[in-house]
T-cell receptor, first 113, second 115 residues
Framework: QQQVKQSPQSLIVQKGGISIINCAYE??????FPWYQQFPGKGPALLIA?????SEKKEGRFTISFNKSAKQFSLHIMDSQPGDSATYFC????????????FGTGTRLTVIP | GAGVSQSPSNKVTEKGKDVELRCDPI?????LYWYRQSLGQGLEFLIY????????KSGLPSDRFSAERTGGSVSTLTIQRTQQEDSAVYLC?????????????FGPGTRLTVT
């Protein structure tokens, strides 16, 4: 059973546009929500993360929006660039538990020049 | 400094054979994780090591899978009697402390193909 559900599976955006990837979870014990970026042939790399006590976190062109009551969070990539083309994974972790990450199924983003 | 390294990068094996996958974590990282990445399935947790504590094996899919971590550093994931459904990319990650689970640094993975 997928603990973190992610959509869409793939996304095509024009250069300069906004990319939006959505995730939802059920386990209210999750207390940290990172996003990972993965390029072909590489392992995932931490991009940005948020705790449930804030509703938004912004780092450069990347913003996480968090809705605790709806148990949903999303990644927004502003001014998307071809170099952003990668697979993005949302994840969740219960840091007082086993500390393993529960990943979404990934979104393959393609930014067209 | 050096990141997490894994070897081999690719492994092709025949069904029924045993395979060993190796992970060298970042020096000084006490926590080590193994994940499996299958096409369209995201990343699936397999096993977690923290220091000298007993590992959390709750994610291992069957008793054909096992892992060791020697001297608190290098880890080996062993798959016995491989099956075609074991074909996937096996990723290793490490973190400095267990409380920094979200700050996991991943290796490039080993792509396992079982024919």
């Amino acid at each position: 059973q997928q603990q973190v559900k992610q959509s869409p599976q793939s996304l095509i955006v024009q250069k300069g546009g906004i990319s939006i990837i959505n995730c939802a979870y059920e386990n209210t014990a999750f207390d940290y929500f990172p996003w990972y970026q993965q390029f072909p042939g590489k392992g995932p790399a931490l991009l940005i993360a948020i705790r449930p006590d804030v509703s938004e976190k912004k780092e450069g062109r990347f913003t996480i929006s968090f809705n605790k009551s709806a148990k949903q969070f999303s990644l927004h990539i502003m001014d998307s660039q071809p170099g952003d083309s990668a697979t993005y994974f949302c994840a969740a972790v219960e840091q007082t538990g086993a500390n393993n990450l529960f990943f979404g199924t990934g979104t393959r983003l393609t930014v067209i020049p | 400094g050096a990141g997490v390294s894994q070897s081999p990068s690719n492994k092709v094996t025949e069904k029924g054979k045993d395979v060993e996958l190796r992970c060298d974590p970042i020096s000084g990282h006490t926590a080590l994780y193994w994940y499996r990445q299958s096409l369209g399935q995201g990343l699936e947790f397999l096993i977690y090591f923290q220091g000298n504590s007993a590992p959390d094996k709750s994610g291992l899919p069957s008793d054909r899978f096992s892992a060791e971590r020697t001297g608190g550093s290098v880890s080996t994931l062993t798959i016995q009697r491989t099956q075609q459904e074991d074909s996937a990319v096996y990723l290793c990650a490490s973190s400095f402390t267990p409380s920094g689970a979200y700050e996991q640094y991943f290796g490039p993975g080993t792509r396992l193909t079982v024919t």
